[in-house]
């Protein structure tokens, strides 16, 4: 059973900068490709961006140039570095994973992200 937490949420001024972590247990992380998810109040589930096993990576435009999807597989981890944070990028952070050759997602707690002044 795939289990995924995240960390590394919590507040922060607009223009700056949060790094979230997702470990991953229970299967083989290799086989895995990995998303990170937001949603803000009221509003629906929002794909952010999505790194392949092999390492390729694709973002929204809403945060191109801004947040970068990393993974060490080494670590189990998946990260998303988000820099030069908007008021708008608030919400709740999930992280999910998507064996590779299904269309199954396994799915985070979520960590919540506020940027505010």
């Known amino acids: 059973q795939v289990q995924l937490v995240e960390s590394g949420g919590g507040l922060v001024q607009p223009g700056g900068s949060l790094g979230l972590s997702c470990q991953f247990s229970?299967?083989?992380?290799?086989?895995?490709?990995m998303a990170w998810y937001r949603q803000a109040p009221g509003e629906q589930r929002e794909w952010v961006a999505a790194?392949?096993?092999?390492?390729?990576?694709n973002y929204v435009d809403s945060v191109k140039g801004r947040f970068t999807i990393s993974r060490d597989n080494a670590k189990n981890t998946v990260y998303l570095q988000m820099n030069s944070l908007k008021t708008e990028d608030t919400a709740v952070y999930y992280c999910?994973?998507?064996?590779?050759?299904?269309?199954?997602?396994?799915w985070g707690q979520g960590t919540q992200v506020t940027v505010s002044s």
């Open positions: 790194i392949s096993s092999g390492g390729s990576t």
């Open positions: 999910s994973a998507r064996r590779i050759g299904t269309s199954t997602y396994d």
């Open positions: 229970g299967s083989s992380f290799n086989s895995y490709a």
